[in-house]
Nanobody, 116 residues
């Protein structure tokens, strides 16, 4: 069973920055992709960014230019650097890892709150 442990959430003022980390209990090389989703109150969970085994990345339009996803395969960790945070970025952020293109693993979630 793969475990994903997130850290780095918190409260920040608008315009500030946070860095989320997600450490996997299995080798990152096993995963097709690792990424971050978020869910705000009353909204559906959405993909924020992901990074694939070939290094390619995807971002939701609303975070392009502000967020950067990266991974350290040696440490089985994926990061999300979030700059210029806005109140609409407030949500619970979940780490995700995909195995064999079918199996999704999830972290427990970390709260990010951006005050105006």
């Amino acid at each position: 069973q793969v475990q994903l442990v997130e850290s780095g959430g918190g409260l920040v003022q608008a315009g500030g920055s946070l860095r989320l980390s997600c450490a996997a209990s299995a080798s990152a090389f096993r995963f097709n992709s690792m990424g971050w989703y978020r869910q705000a109150p009353g909204k559906q969970r959405e993909l924020v960014a992901d990074i694939h085994s070939d290094g390619s990345t995807n971002y939701v339009d609303s975070v392009k230019g502000r967020f950067t996803i990266s991974r350290d395969n040696a440490k089985n960790t994926v990061f999300l650097q979030m700059n210029s945070l806005q109140p609409e970025d407030t949500a619970v952020y979940y780490c995700n890892a995909v195995l064999n293109r079918l199996i999704h693993y999830w972290g427990q979630g970390t709260q990010v709150t951006v005050s105006s």
